[in-house]
């Protein structure tokens, strides 16, 4: 038995459908240490937009550490952050409308961010209820976990899960429904025993939801029922956000603008932990200290997302790029779905975050086995593990998306056939 | 304005007490952009036990970085992860008794831990009360500040902050009473208003809650408790473990062995983002994936960490460095004591987390903003910020250390002049 | 000042739409002091079935207190606990298929029956959270004001509302949605944020709602989804049950099985205080004393319930005089709205629990307390206090209704006409 | 198989203890239907202070009832009202120094009035937390069981338990420890993690936790650190109040002045369901209806409450010979505790809510199935049991006194002897 079935504990998962040991990667390119290599449609659940090791970044943190700059600093200023938040406002912030937000460095992972947007928005309005949404995920801590749908990491959590009450997402009630029509007749209705809530949190695309992405219609009707009503809308950017939707903010195009955003995953760059909070000037009514963490300044993370930044939006060439490998990859799974069951098959998703919606996890699951067995890292998300999902880096090559559209219909083709012969 | 006052949130706070950029840091120097060194006595807060980017542990990052080796991996095998799992295992764990314990990945901080530690306790119990203590800090995401006794932190969390009972520590109800025995004794009483708990979270030396340490006995008892009424300890080792007590678990000397430990802070040694929960391989009874996070395999600090045991931990005399360190400390804080103020000061914690307890947080303030002045980086804790706490690297120098209490004596002494003065 | 006035709370709110003094009652007529009569249309919100102080039942409690019955006995054996178990379960239990359903006696009023449904519920499936429907009431004491959607009771109550999950009501998504598939929908979906729950609770006429009466295919949908779900369903039939829908219970046509019901208001038949929850035999796992209260066993509503049992449900005649004077009442009130304005005023209710929902609270406000001063005593209900109900006792008369319709004839000509010269 | 066991849920329990059935009752006497006659020593829990059927309230009662006195009535004005109201504020809170209190009809027994206490203090603190004691006992809906000690009553509740902190009642930490210093302490120290109260709950003498009688000392200090924090002071004279202490409420010898008093049991008099909750006028910020319930209006306990007050606290006289009887009580149970086993024996209580602890519920239990069969209908209480409580009413004559002592006697002597044989 080797030391990681020996002692690492059993809520270990990518493990499980990757069994291999990695040791280099490069781009969209995995090499396992016996010199295997895949390639990542995966690209760690939406943390390597850039790809893992970036030249660029990989130069710049190499330099920072070389010169002992300050790694660990609590939330002191440092040089490094100095350059992160210069560079956020610069060349993130200000361009989209966001001049005057505030950033927030909370601890270095998606769920501590969605954490201190919460708590937030509870200070700030002294109330307490938070609207999230079905199939919604927000992270396994005790506040944000209260938010997320899904039952499997909810379990035994007890009264921590209060002071939430769940609405369906865009989608949940059939096509004719607009399900914020029900979140406002609830809101409006003094006996609907729904309380005055503090804000809304939603993704804009479900990412372990199942790739749900709301319109943009639903998303202007979502925040316009949150003034209408004056709660706070948090968009929880985490896995939609850093350019996966082909902008950098997953909800540029709906042209809303939410109070609070939370961002983590891809952030950094570099796939170092790293997370913040940013909201509006006004809402920034912490005291000194008020919510605290051990990691809240990665400074190698500041280095290496500084220097994203710079190479990646300074100007509009990389989004628009992401924009027509999105429409490439989209188009390829499209054909995919005609080729091998338009009646059962849906293509879901926006942008780089899309993929195939099986009509149940026994499929998707069996395609992704596959797969990996030719040569693709990828998985399913949704309720069910129904959805196969291509999350991958933004950087990747045409011939990198062909080789995964390839190697996904042959998977299609061969699970389909094996599940016919199952069946029969 | 400088960037920093314009877009970080008022939530900032060390950047406050000391109002510099910093630039590089190497062992217990702190370096700003303008030439200035300090002599660093909060070492991250405990983050830092090895000190700031330690040559041995730089050495390994680089080259492994340079490698192109795998940095986020989500909790895929790496080459990484196995050397940190077998160090941390051959190194750690066996030596004291915990061979056969299960290592769980967390989000990468320490309330990620605590959350993970919580969850487990209650999944694996079916029972949702959890015991924690009078001025404990574990963290400020929903699950573990539930936990947490600072006010201050808990603000407006409303029902999230459910399903915890407070119980006092060691000391609370003074001098001859031994708390364990209220605990046990509302646990026997079926009027108590006590639930039948899942666990009871402690920390043996409470850091945030003013260096406050358990004696041996009481830890005993504890445990004692605990076994008795079919409940999991918990031992939050994340401030005070890794070495900081003058062994590598905090609670060797009493001989306890706790059922779940968290750890993280110091545990990459270099100061990356790192945590994880440490439990007996009975409890192990997750399903797979069913806690989570995107920054759970943190491979640069793996690889940190792997280099950080085969350095220090190899054997003793890293260790009894440490206690003999501690005891030239904690000597040197006495004989200020006895200097400034027996009646009054107080000699807190215990081996490299000691410090003095103030009448007042007004007089710790004034110390430390004064130690700021002088060269030195020290901050306060405690439920009035009453107490000067002593967190300095492992790795200090004696002549640091002089230093720092010649600062520290000087400030006394200013500080209480300052504040005579102010009264007359 | 009147020594009402003087102390007692400002919570009181009748003796604000009534100021006058009560003296005495007969059947559904109200007397002051001052003698002025009134005639009842709202029967103590449902709790006067058989009107005041019905000489059948007023002669067997005088007998009883005469030869100093039992009065008080806690829940110790009594005659008079007899006589109402073996009517009730004679007449209304076998009758309706319930012969094996057990009978608790809970404390004396609505919401302590709904307390112990719903811990009973929880602590038979191991399961904490409820489903509750929008507009429903339950009752104000903790647990079931946790399901009661009235923000007006609600506020403040901080985490004692939590555990209930609030769906929409038949209707409450327009008429083409049956909301039912929706909660079946969210139940089968194991990332919809909802957790199993333990139980339903429904009334099958929203009283205090404002009139809403869900559709017999509603009921039987819900049931369904209930059964196949495992969770209990509760009817609260408090207000609606002891005949006023034209059967003893509510549901009866509906054809559904509740697994467990609530019974108060009417059920003493006297205006006494007496609930009851009764459930099927296999959910009756209460251990000895596991939920009490003092007032448990009221001797003397034993001994009216009785008598009411065998005088008014012996046979049919009763339920189909109130039939009749129920189609009576519907029919006047949809001429009236014919004559007032089909456009706005909606018939709404079933059985003696029907009334007028108005497109406004200031027209239903203005339209009862001109009511009132012709000699008609109702109220509103509805979020909005928008619905003018007629809970007339079901023992009225034929002209009595006559007269209660031509007041409520002349106040909408009065009001309406007030409202209009208002507006212009 | 008869009726009750057939139909009546198990959670019947003072049925199993005497099995016997009720006919009638008269002052301290029971008697069943197959002519038994047994002297009372339970006293309906303390529902019966002034014994059963008392001839003067039986009068007034009969009076009312032959005249069609309206019964139920909701909240609106009643002569019946006007009496309990004019002759409660004349006869007991004028005397008492509560003259501007505000009384508010709740539902209609113990629990209900607790609910509208909480709620109140929430609502009017705007804060969420309460502060109750070890083997306190507030009755079992949600709100009010959240206070409550015994685990029996509160399995399986979930949430609804929130926002409650239990601290040691007097003497629970040992005979040297103030527990009120402890409340103090916790609540000085912002990182003790209890939250700021709204209110402390608190029985003068708990009675279903085992007749704990708080000293007259530790209430002043409970009220002193109320004051000092800024927390309303709720005593809960449910059991406890009415005469049992020896005064009309329990604290009237303490010299404390509660900010809220709730009131059952014994109110009405006669054993009617009856409750109310009384508090300053300036916490009485209810809005009109905020809080309801079906029967916060039962007449006939409003006439044989006023009978009450005007027969028996019209003077002195009753309480007086209150005290004395009180002291009869006490002396004998001290001497029967004299003859059977000081060393392990406890007499305790205050008044007439007095009893004896046993060194086990086995005792306790033996005692009073023993006492049953001579003649005495008498309970036990505390967490196992293990406390014979007497409860007799007030108006008990010396004869039936000593005869309950007498029978008191015998069954300890037996039952010390079955024990001991059983233990040989």
Redesign the interface.
């Known amino acids: 038995m ?3 079935e ?11 459908s ?9 781009g969209a390119q ?1 090499m396992t ?1 016996d010199g295997r290599e895949f390639v990542d449609f ?1 690209a ?5 937009n850039y790809g ?2 970036h030249p660029v970044l ?1 130069k710049a ?2 330099s920072y ?15 490094a ?2 350059e992160f ?2 560079t956020f ?1 610069d060349l993130i ?1 200000t361009p989209r409308g966001f001049s ?6 909370t ?6 961010a969605v ?1 201190a947007a ?2 937030l928005a ?2 700030v309005t ?1 109330r ?1 209820e938070i609207i ?6 927000h ?28 609405m ?1 997402f865009d989608g ?2 059939g096509d004719g ?1 607009d399900t914020t029509e ?1 979140l406002d ?2 809101l409006s ?8 809530p503090a804000a809304v949190i939603v993704e804009t695309i479900q990412g ?3 790739l749900n992405a709301a319109s943009y219609a639903w998303l202007r009707n979502l925040q316009a029922v949150c003034r209408k009503h004056d709660m706070l809308l948090i968009v929880d950017d ?1 896995q939609s956000g850093c350019g996966r939707s082909g902008h950098f903010f997953s909800f540029e195009e709906a042209g809303i603008q939410p109070d609070i955003i939370t961002l ?2 891809s952030l950094s760059g ?4 790293f997370a913040v909070t940013i ?1 509006r000037e006004s809402l ?12 809240r300044g ?1 400074n ?1 993370a500041f280095i290496t997302a500084a220097a994203a930044f710079r190479h990646f939006w300074s100007d509009d060439t990389f989004a628009k790029a992401v924009r027509r490998k999105a429409e490439k990859l989209r188009s390829g799974l499209q054909a995919l779905i005609q080729r091998h069951g338009a009646r059962d098959l849906i293509l879901k998703g926006r942008g780089l975050m899309s993929g195939i919606e099986c009509p149940n996890g026994e499929l998707a699951e069996r395609v992704v086995r596959l797969a990996f067995s030719k040569g693709l890292v990828i998985e399913t998300s ?3 593990g129904q959805v196969v999902k291509c999350l991958v880096p933004l950087v990747i090559t045409d011939e990198q998306i062909e080789f995964g559209l390839k190697v996904l219909d042959q998977a299609f083709n061969q699970a389909l056939s094996e599940l016919s012969q199952q069946a029969s």
């Open positions: 080797n030391i990681f020996q002692i690492e504990s059993d809520v270990r998962t990518y493990s499980r990757f069994p291999v040991v990695f040791k280099r990667a490069q995995l240490e995966l760690g659940a939406g943390t390597l893992h090791n990989k943190l190499l550490i070389e010169q002992d700059g300050l790694t660990h600093g609590l939330d002191m200023y440092s040089c952050k100095r938040l210069q406002h912030l005057d937000y505030r950033v927030q460095f601890g270095p992972t998606g769920t501590n954490e919460l708590k509870r200070k002294g307490s999230s949404f079905t199939n919604g995920f992270g396994v801590s005790g506040g944000a976990l209260a938010c997320t749908g899904n039952q499997h990491h909810r379990g035994g959590m007890g009264a921590s899960l209060a002071d939430v009450t769940r369906p949940y009630l429904v029900y007749k609830t209705d003094p006996s609907s025993g729904i309380d005055h372990e939801g199942g985490i983590s995953k570099y796939g170092l932990p909201f920034d009514q912490w005291s000194p200290g008020e919510h605290n963490g051990t990691f990665n190698h949704g309720a069910h």
